[in-house]
């Protein structure tokens, strides 16, 4: 049964954001859109929740969704995103650990906010909440997006490069879990951990580290991924028996992520991730 369904599966982005983070468009909508264009298995990968799954529709069919949260961790002075594929989403330390980044965050818009009106930029904590929605999950493009509309900056992007990006004068680190302490969560929650976007990563040596953490994959195929690095990525899955995936990362239809039907993964990553939806649905089943 679970391979006969499986060999139907051929357009697949298992990266995509929604409103309830950083991107623009409802769960409801992002899934309508992906049932439309007629894509066989998407993941939503919201920033540290996995809120969007309350407000999708149960039956999607014939669109399969694997449930995912991309977590944000630390390693040495890097941010690392770890894509949790396939958690049970009611686990407790799961559940503690998105909470804590929920809290964290608006903690820390707070201290920007702080910052930016002893710069003499005065936004208010209020309308930052505003524009973040009901969830208050506050990430910096919401503070960017205020600093616009109030003339501080012509464009997000700006607002990144001149206070809020990293290591800027307004700029305050998030909370932190370690890659290893996330892991460990990813894999009580019976998930999959993979490292998002490693083409990113200071340095991809880093990979060599996560591997003894016990990561199960690498996110091989991002707009962002030149081709050698992609040849590469796959060589290091291949070494190290690592699930493989890949996904457009889309924020909304306005950015340069703007890839939502059209993905050129590789076979061997097709390959791959029909493997992780059919561990994730015999998981599924039992629980
Ligand atoms: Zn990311
Ligand atoms: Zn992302």
């Not at 014939?62 to 396939?86: F, K, N």
């Not at 195929?221 to 291949?238: F, G, K, R, S």
């Not at 340069?256 to 791959?272: A, R």
Request: aromatic share 6%.
């Amino acid at each position: 049964m679970i391979v006969k369904e499986i060999n139907d599966i051929k357009r697949i982005n298992l990266h995509l954001h929604t409103n309830v983070s950083d991107g623009s468009l409802s769960p409801k909508t992002l899934v309508n859109k992906a049932r439309e264009i007629g894509l066989d298995l998407i993941s939503i990968t919201d920033h540290d929740t996995a809120d969007a799954y309350a407000q999708i529709p149960e039956n999607v069919s014939p669109l399969r969704i694997l449930p995912g949260v991309e977590i944000s961790s630390r390693y040495e002075d890097d941010d690392v995103h770890i894509l949790a594929y396939g958690c049970d989403l009611t686990n407790k330390a799961l559940q503690e650990m998105m909470e804590m980044y929920l809290v964290g965050r608006k903690e820390r818009a707070k201290k920007m906010i702080s910052i930016l009106a002893d710069m003499g930029i005065k936004i208010s904590l209020e309308e930052v909440i505003s524009v973040a929605g009901s969830r208050e999950l506050i990430v910096r493009p919401h503070i960017a997006q205020v600093l616009v509309k109030h003339g501080f900056c012509q464009t997000k992007n700006e607002a990144f490069d001149k206070y809020i990006g990293n290591n800027k004068p307004a700029y305050v680190p998030k909370p932190e879990v370690s890659v290893a302490e996330a892991v460990s969560i990813i894999h009580k929650a019976e998930g999959v951990a993979v490292i998002a976007h490693p083409g990113k990563l200071t340095k991809l040596s880093y990979i060599d580290d996560f591997i003894p953490m016990g990561i199960d994959g690498l996110e091989v195929w991002h707009p962002d991924h030149y081709q050698w690095e992609i040849d590469n990525l796959i060589n290091i899955a291949m070494k190290n028996g690592l699930y493989m995936t890949g996904g457009s990362d889309f924020h909304s239809e306005q950015d340069k992520h703007n890839l939502f039907d059209i993905i050129p993964l590789p076979e061997i990553v097709i390959q791959s991730i029909k493997e992780l939806w059919k561990e994730y649905q015999c998981r599924a089943l039992s629980r």
